[in-house]
């Protein structure tokens, strides 16, 4: 459970901290997704009656938000000509 | 993007918030917030502009992690629960996770900073949807979270809140980050009256919802950014200017209009419950922000802008809608509804 | 019987107020006429009825949760005697400023304001709550404002105006002080309610003499009155003799029962009334404007009556004063009017002279006057001033507030016959081809007719009204003649000082006279000294060292600047860098995790 807390916590802070590409700040929320997905698992297991059920919608909903992510990406690459973050600095 | 799909958009967003606020278990909450940013993203993308695109992908970050940090913070509440003697500071930590990102998800002051420049990206009838409509998932669970013994930090969130939504706003030109700016003030507010009260929260929200939706439709036909271009789309409908004069002034608060109606209902009730200080930091806070809103009611009412010999002033032309009127009339009411409150039992 | 002819009076002010709206002008100069001998006839039936009684007449007018405000009028000699004569007088001005305002475009204008002046007066007089008199006193005020500034393209008469304006103010914060007082202790604004008070506060009485003193021109608050001769001659007659100057005397009359019962009020009244009297004769002594020097008279005549309202306990007699003082100082402005509109608009007495030639009649009215001011025996004057000073003589109050009374009196004398020396009689100083004429109907008929009353209305007024409350005094013959002695001193001293004095190497400044030609420098002192130390010191204090100083440092610079750093911190982390905003944001929600932890 701890381990899953850390593999997220990382995430975030590669999230908040060292990216310079969109790509890898989605990679960095898929990773935060499945550490979700992995602590939900112990959580069942350690033998909390939680319904399983639950780990497939997050699974779900994960993947909805990288696909959206990923269209974003490609808008974002045909507007701006890359996906640097800096660039987004428009407004 | 085909037109006709927008539907299917907007009915998630409104089913989002009818499963937010009908459910009781955070996972139902964490999936509404979700269905509610997806079902928005289409939306704000619509014109597929480059500045509306940026916008997206900052809201879509932002929003992102906050359902991630949501879930894990739900996660450590649960954990909490079956891992016997700690589970009380876990189950705390827990509630602030998801606070925290509630708050993120909210805007509240100290993030804060994705909103100004998605709003600033955005049209003003998506920004108009994203400061009022996609508020209403994050204030419910803020409801419902409010009640919790963290209740002391929502108030230290929209006390920052205030002052930082009045502090961001006094050099702003744009538009429409003076309205994210006013936003942010009036969710401080919107957050401390949560706290007093939910009633009160959703009280206050009506009011913001129903203040700046006509003033955000103006400003979307009037087309301008910028405060010049404000004045210079204004010449040519005199009444609309008038309209948003008042509309601001009452947005910032001022007596004899509606909004000053909720400050005051919010302010009795703080005071009854001796959030003193508090209430005296949202008035500094708004204090600071009445400046802008003066200054865009000066630019509307007072200000002649540039004017071309042949143009003549369009008064017959005008075009009055029931938006709008609904709009004059309601800040004019805003004494007597005062008035009325005050013989209200408390 | 009594009730029928108070509504027919009330009736017939009524139709004069309608016919106010007239668009003939000389319709209601009529309805004044006729009004006038209603009430005439409403007096003599309250004559010949039991004289103590009184009518009073109410109506429910608002009614104000538990108390009703009423129109209530009171209906006693007072209330009847002074709506004859004020009627009487006003009758007879509006005929004259047909004559004299004939080439004004706005003459009709100018009548409707003198009668809503006279109808204000005689609200005032009439009214039996303070509430009512409230309303006349501040229509008197209002309707004197619009009068003054009449000519209101002259400086001059704005400024006058202004002075009314403002000096009546500090009069009506007495009455307001008695209208808060009378609300708070007593409930009601009811004069009989008052009287039957057995103890008044002195906060009360004070407010009554601060009011009485600003609407009377007492020392003190007296500057405007002379300076209100920038009106036009008719409002100028009007206002001196039957309105306005008189309410604040009237106010004391009607509370004279309750003064008389405080013994430091009525000193107090009794001193303001006799220094007034003193400094007003000796400011007339000096004076070169015509209209300032019958102004000034109107001021010293005031302060008499306001001498024996107090001093002496006869509220009879000082309205009895009223009313003689009404008749022949109306018609002493008229004179004066008569002749400054002869010689086209000059009001120096130094250019007149000789002018019984040129104007007889007007000359022999203006005789007639000054010698009833002065008091000659069996005019209208000295009716009511023989008594006056008699009775002061008697009184053991102060023996030397009577000693300023007798001077007082033998200056008006010395003034008077001066005035008419410069103006009636000797050598004609005036340019030459003067075309002088007072052929005019409008002229002669209401000076003729204010002359016979003049003559008579002493004797009537004395037999008619009251005689048993009046004491018919019996002195020794020295003081009996005191009056009539002291007059003839100062009218004999005035006319040798002025052969002596009126040659052309005397004429020139004269050092000794500076105190009179300037008013006891009274204006010069308060009107220009102090204001000018208060404008320093707030041009000093409030302006360069709060305004332009410390308030600007501290609020404007000070606050605003904070502000703005602030502001500029806020907007600064406005990035627009996604990558800065959650790096911050992590950080953020990591402290406040932290935070909590360690807590």
């Known amino acids: 459970m701890l381990i899953m807390i850390l593999i997220f916590l990382i995430a975030l802070l590669g999230l908040g901290l060292s990216q310079t590409h969109l790509l890898s700040v989605l990679l960095c929320l898929e990773m935060m997704m499945v550490s979700l997905y992995l602590g939900l698992g112990m959580v069942s297991i350690s033998g909390l ?9 997050l699974l779900t909903f994960s993947a909805c938000e990288a696909s959206s992510g990923l269209a974003l990406l490609v808008l974002i690459s045909r507007s701006h000509g890359s996906d640097l973050l800096k660039s987004f600095n428009l407004s | 993007m085909s037109p006709y799909i927008s539907p299917l958009f907007s009915i998630t967003m409104i089913m989002s918030v009818m499963l937010i606020s009908s459910s009781g278990h955070w996972v139902f909450m964490w999936l509404g917030l979700e269905l509610g940013t997806l079902a928005f993203i289409p939306i704000l993308v619509w014109w597929h502009s480059s500045l509306e695109v940026e916008a997206t992908v900052k809201y879509f970050i932002v929003q992102a ?282 | 019987m009594l009730e029928l002819w108070g509504v027919l009076s009330l009736t017939s002010l009524g139709v004069m107020v309608i016919f106010l709206f007239s668009k003939i002008k000389s319709s209601f100069a009529e309805s004044v006429k006729y009004a006038g001998y209603m009430n005439a006839v409403l007096l003599s039936i309250l004559l010949m009825s039991d004289e103590s009684e009184m009518l009073f007449l109410k109506w429910e007018w608002v009614k104000l949760g538990g108390y009703s405000l009423m129109i209530s009028f009171r209906f006693d000699l007072y209330t009847c005697c002074f709506f004859v004569v004020g009627l009487y007088v006003t009758w007879n001005i509006l005929m004259f400023s047909f004559y004299y305002m004939s080439t004004d475009p706005r003459i009709d204008l100018f009548c409707k304001y003198l009668g809503l002046f006279l109808i204000a007066m005689l609200l005032l007089v009439s009214a039996e709550s303070l509430f009512q008199l409230l309303i006349g006193w501040e229509g008197v005020g209002i309707m004197s404002y619009l009068l003054i500034s009449w000519w209101y393209a002259r400086s001059d008469a704005n400024t006058a105006a202004l002075q009314a304006i403002f000096y009546n103010r500090v009069g009506d914060i007495g009455l307001l002080i008695m209208l808060m007082w009378s609300l708070v202790t007593l409930g009601d604004w009811s004069f009989t ?115 024996v309202v107090a001093g002496a306990g006869a509220p009879q007699l000082a309205f009895l004063h009223i009313c003689m003082h009404a008749f022949f100082k109306a018609m002493l402005f008229m004179c004066s009017g008569g002749f400054i509109h002869g010689l086209q608009n000059e009001q120096d007495v130094r250019k007149m002279g000789g002018l019984h030639s040129a104007a007889p009649i007007t000359s022999v009215c203006f005789f007639i006057g000054s010698a009833a001011l002065m008091g000659v025996p069996f005019l209208a004057g000295f009716f009511s001033k023989d008594p006056i000073i008699e009775i002061i003589n008697i009184n053991n109050l102060n023996s030397w507030a009577v000693g300023l009374v007798l001077i007082a009196t033998s200056f008006t004398a010395a003034y008077s016959v001066r005035l008419l020396y410069f103006s ?130 501290a609020l404007p610079q000070g606050l605003g600047g904070n502000y703005k750093i602030m502001a500029d911190n806020v907007v600064n982390a406005q990035t627009s860098l996604i990558k800065m905003y959650i790096a911050v944001m992590v950080m953020m929600g990591g402290l406040i995790l932290g935070i909590m932890i360690c807590l």
């Not at chain 2, 006094?170 to 980050?177: D, N």
């Open chain 3, 424 to 553: 009636v009689g000797g050598v004609s100083r005036m340019l030459v081809l003067q075309p002088m004429n007072e052929e005019y109907g409008n002229l002669i008929g209401p000076l003729q007719r204010l002359a016979y009353s003049s003559v008579i209305a002493g004797v009537v007024f004395i037999y008619f009204l009251s005689p048993n409350q009046i004491s018919c005094l019996s002195l020794p013959l020295s003081l009996k003649l005191a009056a009539v002695f002291v007059t003839l001193v100062g009218g004999l001293i005035a006319w040798d000082v002025v052969n002596l004095l009126h040659r052309e190497e005397s004429v020139t400044n004269i050092p000794e006279l500076a105190f009179e030609a300037q008013v006891g420098f009274y204006p010069l002192i308060m009107h220009k000294l102090i204001p000018k130390v208060w404008l320093n010191m707030g041009e000093m204090y409030q302006m360069q060292v709060m305004d332009r100083g410390w308030t600007e440092l």
């Open chain 2, 65 to 346: 992690m906050a359902a991630a940090v949501f879930f894990l913070g739900g996660m450590v509440s649960l954990s909490g629960d079956f891992m016997g003697g700690v589970n009380q500071l876990m189950g705390n930590i827990g509630d602030m996770m998801i606070m925290l990102a509630v708050v993120t998800k909210l805007g509240l002051a100290p993030f804060h900073y994705w909103v100004v420049d998605v709003v600033q990206g955005l049209n003003y009838i998506p920004g108009a949807v994203l400061l009022t409509w996609q508020k209403v998932p994050g204030l419910a669970v803020l409801t419902q979270l409010a009640t919790c013994n963290n209740s002391s930090m929502l108030l230290l969130f929209g006390m920052v809140s205030a002052l930082v939504g009045g502090l961001g706003g006094l050099g702003q030109t744009q538009m429409r980050k003076l309205l994210a700016f006013s936003s942010i003030s009036h969710l401080g507010w919107l957050v401390v009256g949560c706290v007093a009260g939910s009633l009160l929260g959703l009280s206050y929200f009506t009011l913001y919802v129903v203040l700046s939706i006509p003033l955000f439709s103006i400003l979307h036909m009037l087309n301008g950014g910028h405060l010049n271009q404000l004045r210079t789309g204004l010449m040519f409908n005199p009444l609309m200017s008038v309209l948003l004069g008042v509309g601001f002034l009452s947005l910032g608060g001022l007596p004899p209009f509606f909004g000053f109606f909720g400050k005051w209902l919010l302010l009795t009730h703080f005071v009854g419950q001796l959030l003193l200080g508090v209430s005296v930091v949202l008035i500094t806070g708004t204090l600071i922000s009445l400046f802008y809103y003066l200054r865009v009611s000066y630019l509307c009412i007072v200000v002649l802008g540039p004017q071309q010999i042949m143009s003549g002033l369009n008064w017959r032309k005008m075009q009055l809608s029931g938006l709008m009127s609904g709009l004059l009339v309601l800040n004019m009411l805003g004494l007597f509804l005062v008035g009325g409150a005050s013989c209200l039992p408390k």
């Open chain 1, 49 to 57: 009656h939680y319904p399983l059920m639950i780990a497939l919608v």
């Open chain 3, 193 to 307: 309610g008052l009287y039957a008070l057995d103890f008044v506060n002195t906060f009360f009485l004070l407010g009554v003499v601060l009011a009485a003193a600003g609407k009377s021109a007492q020392l003190g608050l007296h500057p405007w009155l002379p300076a209100a001769m920038e009106g036009p001659t008719p409002v100028s007659s009007l206002l001196h003799s039957s309105t306005m100057v008189v309410a604040g005397v009237f106010l004391l009359i009607r509370f004279s029962p309750i003064i008389l019962n405080h013994k430091e009020i009525q000193l107090m009244v009794f001193f303001l009334g006799t220094m007034t009297t003193l400094f007003s004769a000796i400011c007339a002594l000096a004076q070169n404007d015509m209209k300032k020097v019958v102004a000034f008279s109107t001021a010293s005549q005031l302060g008499l009556m306001v001498t």
